[in-house]
């Protein structure tokens, strides 16, 4: 559903001159406009400390297009008529007049359109930032109509669960939670909503979506790169908080949740956080038997980053959740930087067949998700070798996204930005949830922080990671499954 046309809409990018806003607010947004998404009056302003000639800023805008645009370079004419409803506003996140001149502006849209319309507040900032932006706007009564104004938050959200329910505390002061966009940009990707689709619309899986079929469940968000320039916000972050707290924790939500009730976002939050509530919390024993972390071998060497640095660039995790569903199946979540490749995969391991009538190795059932940079599904079952021996082989059946669908793929922020316009906050973060995703991890970051790094394994740029991550996952299968295509 596109929000309807009469409807007034702007959109305010604090932190406009970041990188966010360039590679991925600004190539989502202009998406948003040429296929039509954006009420006809919609406006951005753009919001950041330095002052800068709006030209100037709109060339800076129009190069990140070009080269993060998933369409590559922009139509000019359609261009120009989408920057048109650009302003850059230079202030200070600290200083009154910013948030004066916000109103004015603001309340000068509304005047023009006969209404108030919807606003969106963008915090595409430094989390340092987010306190003084929510009081501000507070104060200013810039967001204070809970049915027509939103706040999006991006990750990290809070450093560990004090800091997050601080921070929760904060904002529910200012909003109310409906207003309230936690961003987690893996929900928004086409093949993470497709994972609900999957599930639930395909009634044949459901029966077998379970301990009694499920052997075990593997999620991988394997990067290639490395940390690059990012040391200076990575060395206090790690991969624990950077990707297992919010998108690997996401995954397993998706992978893991009982059916909701019906596509709502209440429901779907509700089914999710109980998800990570169940998982079985880790005590300081079970982390050091079912935790990995690693670190690859020149991240000290990287920019910002310390020399005795023990942050971690690679995390493996076997977990349970305790319910009747999923009683003594692990998950096996893992993530790293500097891997041999870049793959998000989920793979659902079924049990071995009872039947043993084939003489020698049946190889399980296995389902693989793959999330990103291939977009398929595929099932992988045995199969008789032509011949007129009864030999088996295991072949695959595949779902690609470019043989079914003729459809481009939109960026997950298109997505997100559009659902915020929309006032539908299904693919977000509900406050509980970060909560609980906090209180899950935290047991981790305790125990690593008493261990000092002894625990910290380190393993060579473009591998799979430390062999440690190898011998978790041993006992059910040789080693983690094989990624698509190698
Ligand atoms: C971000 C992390 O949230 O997600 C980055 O901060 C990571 O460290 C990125 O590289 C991965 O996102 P994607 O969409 O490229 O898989």
């Not at 908080?241 to 709502?264: F, G, S």
């Not at 071995?352 to 595929?378: A, C, H, M, W, Y």
């Not at 072949?395 to 997100?416: G, N, Q, R, W």
């Not at 316009?421 to 949830?433: E, P, V």
Request: aromatic share 12%; glycine share 4%; charged share 25%.
């Amino acid at each position: 559903m596109t929000p309807k046309k009469e409807a007034s809409a702007v959109c305010v990018i604090f932190g406009a001159k970041g990188d966010l806003t360039r590679r991925k607010l600004i190539p989502a947004l202009y998406h948003l406009f040429i296929n039509q998404h954006l009420p006809k009056t919609f406006r951005i302003f753009c919001i950041d400390y330095i002052s800068i000639e709006r030209d100037v800023f709109l060339e800076e805008l129009l190069s990140g297009v070009v080269e993060f645009s998933r369409t590559g370079p922009p139509d000019i004419n359609l261009w120009q008529t989408f920057t048109s409803r650009i302003t850059y506003i230079s202030g200070d996140f600290l200083k009154e007049d910013t948030y004066l001149e916000l109103k004015r502006v603001l309340d000068n849209v509304d005047l023009q359109n006969k209404k108030r319309g919807i606003r969106i507040f963008y915090y595409a900032v430094a989390p340092r930032f987010i306190e003084i932006l929510s009081d501000s706007l507070y104060r200013f009564k810039l967001a204070n109509q809970d049915n027509l104004d939103r706040i999006i938050i991006e990750k990290p959200f809070g450093t560990d669960l004090e800091t997050a329910k601080k921070l929760n505390r904060f904002l529910r002061k200012r909003f109310t939670e409906k207003q309230l966009y936690r961003i987690d940009h893996y929900l928004g990707k086409e093949t993470v909503q497709n994972i609900m689709a999957f599930r639930f619309a395909n009634y044949v899986f459901e029966p077998l979506w379970n301990n009694k079929y499920i052997d075990h469940v593997e999620i991988t968000v394997a990067e290639k790169v490395t940390v690059g320039s990012r040391g200076g916000y990575y060395d206090g972050s790690g991969a624990l908080r950077d990707m297992v707290q919010n998108h690997l924790l996401q995954l397993l939500c998706i992978t893991a949740m009982e059916c909701p009730v019906k596509y709502e976002a209440e429901t779907i939050r509700n089914a999710k956080t109980a998800v990570i509530k169940q998982v079985r919390p880790f005590t300081p024993s079970a982390v050091s038997k079912n935790v990995i972390r690693g670190q690859y071998k020149g991240y000290r060497k990287e920019e910002h980053v310390p020399s005795r640095s023990y942050t971690e660039t690679f995390v493996a995790a076997r977990l349970y959740i305790d319910n009747a569903r999923w009683k003594n199946v692990p998950f096996f979540l893992r993530t790293g930087k500097g891997m041999q490749r870049q793959s998000t995969v989920i793979i659902i391991q079924f049990k071995d067949s009872p039947n043993k009538i084939f003489k020698g190795d049946v190889v399980p059932n296995r389902l693989t998700i793959s999330i990103q940079p291939e977009l398929e599904i595929s099932l992988l079952f045995e199969s008789k070798v032509p011949g007129l021996q009864m030999k088996l082989k295991p072949v695959e059946m595949d779902f690609t996204y470019k043989e079914s669908h003729e459809e481009a793929i939109p960026e997950a922020y298109e997505a997100l930005i559009l659902d915020v316009l929309k006032g539908d906050a299904t693919l977000f973060m509900r406050g509980d949830q970060v909560e609980a995703a906090w209180k899950l991890v935290m047991p981790i970051l305790d125990t690593w922080k008493k261990q000092q790094g002894k625990d910290l394994k380190f393993y060579e740029q473009s591998s799979w990671g430390p062999r440690a991550a190898t011998e978790l996952i041993k006992p059910y299968s040789k080693d983690w499954n094989h990624l698509p295509n190698i």
